[in-house]
């Protein structure tokens, strides 16, 4: 498995922007999907992007759509989520996951240890 590690995470402002990154250490990492999933207290952990080994094909959830990029070097084995324009709602620890392509919790077998993200409204 895939060993990931989440950074970038903080304190913003509504209306701001902020960059997680999200390292791999297993030399593998250009071949697994890698995906970024989000849980708020109290709520379940919830998809918000996805994107495949080669970048050819990316997901996002509606509620990011527009406002979050998401994006990847296979070179550098990492990722990052670009996100815009946030909101309260966002609010969340965000976690890096790598996997089979797809938005679901299961496609993905390895996660990081996850990233807060808080934003003041």
């Known amino acids: 498995q895939a060993q990931l590690v989440e950074s970038g995470g903080g304190l913003v402002q509504a209306g701001g922007s902020l960059r997680l990154s999200c390292v791999a250490s297993e030399r593998t990492f250009r071949v697994y999907s890698m995906a970024w999933f989000r849980q708020a207290p109290g709520k379940e952990r919830e998809f918000v992007a996805a994107?495949?080994?080669?970048?050819?094909?990316?997901l996002y959830a509606d509620s990011v759509k527009g406002r979050f990029t998401i994006s990847r070097d296979n070179a550098k084995n990492t990722m990052w989520l670009q996100m815009n324009s946030l909101n309260a709602e966002d609010t969340a620890v965000y976690y890096c996951?790598?996997?089979?392509?797809?938005?679901?919790?299961?496609?993905?077998?390895?996660w990081g240890q996850g990233t807060q993200v808080t934003v003041s409204s």
């Open positions: 996951a790598a996997g089979r392509w797809g938005s679901s919790l299961t496609d993905f077998g390895s």
């Open positions: 994107i495949d080994w080669s970048g050819g094909r990316i």
